[in-house]
């Protein structure tokens, strides 16, 4: 579905939504990789602060996750 949504912006490369390992259940995130800079960037104007399955979506450019 994920992928099916951020399509409308532009070519995705990959999308994926964690869920937990014990209970299968969507955490609530995921990535999604778009083909290209501008196409990222349509899809964040596009998506950022919308709906999805009853949910208000934050889409921004994906950071690195930081060192313990």
């Known amino acids: 579905m994920l992928k099916q949504a951020f399509a409308k912006a532009g070519t995705v490369v990959d999308a994926v939504v964690?869920?937990?390992r014990v209970t299968g259940?969507?955490?609530?995130?995921?990535?999604?990789?778009?083909?290209?800079?501008d196409e990222a960037n349509k899809a964040i104007q596009m998506f950022h602060e919308q709906d999805f399955e009853g949910r208000k979506m934050t889409v921004n450019v994906a950071r690195p996750k930081p060192e313990k």
Not at 25 to 37: L, Q
């Open 18 to 20: 964690l869920s937990d």
């Open 25 to 37: 259940r969507s955490k609530g995130f995921g990535f999604v990789e778009m083909g290209s800079e």
